[in-house]
């Protein structure tokens, strides 16, 4: 009868359908939100279950703490590694699993004392967890018998592969997340600035005028008031949820539009051949439309100018109004700041400020999106 440890690194026959389930399995996981220590052992597991070894350690480059982490193991006490850290300097080999995307095999030698004592091995097998040409970090793998032949050698090189690739679904899924929890923060601070600050400044501006309201005016500046504190209550006590921006236009529609219909002289100057990328524009024409309302509504400006500009890598967007001088507002309004926000989920940066002496200048750069 074979004893367990045997029918635990016995090899057994793999195949691609294998790697499909383990696959599918991981990625099972991710959509489950499950816990990061009880994934990483999962894909230690799959190491181990699959690739005839007896034990498995993950490691992990945490891009925040810029530090390898222990994240996951099977069969191995985790709380051996408590302080410990493990960096390419002192496991070299480790290094050059991954810069070479092979398995590598080494002895106890290879690893700092403390981890070769940890494990209690005179030989493991290093599999690289890369892909997409990124490097995530690497699994140690151990079992008494020394030496991989090339069929297990590429069973753990693509199990390798197939545990990067469900490391970087998990990664994308939370940076998704963290976009759709940043995009329910904009939409808030979007709708209690659109319904409750703009109705509360149109009283703010009647109250500062310096006269005297008619009863029926001091009636719809208490209406608008209310108004505004039950449009304040309704966006608060709504759950958050990102709601995607559409648009009915194209920029170069909407600026035709608001050339045709300004009282002011508005001009645009559209660099020849630049094409505004349709992923941009919601965010394009909302700070466009934030830029020229602050300028009409704070400014007395007898030019706007708004400029399209772009080359191979990024779409610009500019607008200067001469309207500022030499009283200038304090800042940007909470609808700059909001599009600021908005901009960052693009990887675009928005600027914005006085320049000389009467002239304020928006700017929104956007990289352009990557050909599929």
């Known amino acids: 009868m074979s004893s367990p440890r045997a029918a635990t690194t016995a090899a057994a026959p793999f195949s691609p359908i294998d790697s499909l389930n383990v696959f599918a399995s991981l990625l099972g996981e991710v959509e ?44 191995v006490d985790l709380g051996l590694f408590d302080g410990q850290i493990l960096a390419i300097e002192t496991a070299p080999i480790t290094g050059r699993a991954l810069a070479s995307d092979q398995v590598l095999e080494g002895t106890a030698q290879d690893l700092p004392e403390t981890y070769a004592s940890a494990l209690g091995i005179d030989y493991f097998a290093c599999v690289p967890l890369a892909a997409g040409g990124r490097g995530f ?31 970087s679904a998990r990664r994308a899924t939370r940076q998704h997340l963290d976009a759709r929890h940043l995009a329910d923060r904009i939409d808030l601070a979007r709708e209690i600035h659109e319904r409750v600050v703009q109705r509360v400044f149109g009283v703010v501006m009647a109250l500062q005028s310096g006269v005297l309201l008619e009863p029926g005016d001091q009636q719809r500046c208490g209406a608008e008031l209310r108004g505004a504190l039950d449009d304040l209550r309704d966006a608060m006590s709504r ?57 009409r509504r704070h400014a007395t400006p007898t030019e706007i100018e708004v400029a399209v500009t772009g080359d191979e890598d990024t779409v610009a967007l500019e607008i200067t109004n001469d309207g500022v001088g030499s009283e200038r507002p304090a800042g940007a309004g909470m609808g700059l700041r909001i599009a600021a926000f908005e901009a960052l989920q693009h990887g675009a940066s928005l600027n914005f400020g006085p320049t000389g002496t009467e002239h304020w200048h928006v700017r929104l750069v956007l990289p352009r999106p990557e050909s599929p």
């Open 239 to 295: 759950p958050l949820a990102a709601t995607p921006k559409h648009v009915s236009a194209t920029l170069h529609q909407e600026l035709e539009r608001l050339v045709d219909a300004a009282a002011d002289d508005l001009r645009v100057r559209w660099q020849p051949g630049v094409e505004v990328p349709e992923l941009f524009e919601p965010v394009i024409q909302s700070v466009l439309g934030e830029a020229i309302r602050n300028a």
């Open 137 to 167: 970090g690497v699994i140690l793998a151990v079992r008494p018998a020394q030496s991989l032949s090339d069929r297990e050698r590429e069973v753990l090189w693509s199990l390798g592969k197939v545990c990067a690739l469900a490391l």
């Open 32 to 75: 489950t939100a499950t816990p990061a220590g009880a994934f990483y052992n999962q894909l230690a597991e799959a190491v181990c279950r699959l690739g005839s070894m007896d034990r498995a350690v993950v490691f992990v480059y945490d891009d925040v703490a810029r530090r390898v982490r222990t994240v996951g193991s099977h069969r």
